[in-house]
């Protein structure tokens, strides 16, 4: 199958900044087993596959270890691909495992409509100040997640945690948080090894977590968060009840085709 094939920056203020996504329009749905060996052949922390549908686009991810039930940097990314080159325009609803995902034009910015998965106080796990090496303040948690208040946008910009023991937490994604400074009301670096993302740049799906968090504890629902990995990423969110608005821009680096 010939298959057209994007990369892109999401959530970038320039092009090698934000977390690069594989965007790739498909003509059906291949074997479960062909995606993820793309996803891997691609090698990227996510590769958004997509299908034009008698209702509608459809995404679906994987990383190149499994696939996810939410990801927002490559659906930020394909809505880029589909309203600038596929099918220009200002809105496109993408049908997912985690339900209908709007997406639409904000001037330079596009605007994701996501759930809110608003994380609730949880028991310390054994060690985690070893396994971070920083003083954790808090720990939160939803389904999936385990988010750890730190002090300060510099010790979570300094972390170096034991990746083999956050491998062996209890949830399969860290977050590690604190409040903002200069531009921005709060940092954040995301972890999944067991999902075969070491860390992931920046992470869309952990705002859906953070932006309830910290929207609640500064007392305003729209907030502008970083996060402080290396390539770094900037994010405009807004909480409203139910559901979470992430924004960012997306700067392209290639396309071409690919034979899968």
């Known amino acids: 199958m010939d298959v057209a094939l994007w990369q892109v920056d999401a959530f970038a203020e320039s092009r090698f900044a934000g ?4 965007v790739m329009v498909l003509a059906h749905w291949p074997e479960d087993a062909l995606m993820q060996q793309v ?7 996510e590769t958004a596959f997509l299908v034009r549908e008698p209702t509608g686009w459809r995404i679906r991810w994987f990383t190149p270890r499994v696939e996810v039930d939410l990801c927002g940097h490559a659906t930020l990314g394909a ?9 220009p325009g200002e ?18 910015r596009l605007v ?11 028991v310390f ?3 985690i100040d070893g396994i971070l090496a920083k003083p954790v303040r808090e720990v939160l948690s939803t389904s999936d997640h385990l ?15 034991d990746m083999a023991a956050v491998a062996a937490l209890s949830k399969w994604a860290l977050i590690v948080t604190a409040p903002g400074e200069g531009d921005c009301d709060f940092v954040s670096r995301f972890f999944a090894p067991r999902k075969g993302v ?49 924004a960012g821009k997306v700067v392209p680096y290639f396309n071409g085709r690919a034979e899968i």
Not at 91 to 108: I, M, N, Q
Not at 147 to 161: F, G, H, K, Q
């Open 198 to 246: 070491v860390e992931d740049p920046v992470t869309g799906s952990a705002h859906c977590v953070l932006t309830p968090f910290w929207a609640k504890r500064l007392g305003k629902p729209a907030l502008v968060a970083r996060q402080v990995s290396v390539r770094g990423g900037l994010l405009w969110v807004e909480h409203r009840g139910e559901r979470v608005r992430i």
């Open 147 to 161: 988010v750890c208040v730190l002090d300060s946008a510099e010790a979570v910009r300094t972390l170096v945690p």
């Open 125 to 127: 796990p054994e060690g």
């Open 39 to 45: 996803a891997a052949e691609n090698n990227l922390s």
């Open 112 to 122: 994701l409509d996501f759930p809110a998965k608003p994380p609730r106080p949880t």
């Open 79 to 87: 809505a880029w691909v589909i309203l600038n080159l596929v099918e």
């Open 19 to 22: 977390n690069p996504a594989a």
């Open 91 to 108: 809105r496109v609803v993408f049908a997912s495992k985690s339900g209908d995902l709007p997406v639409e034009r904000d001037g330079e």
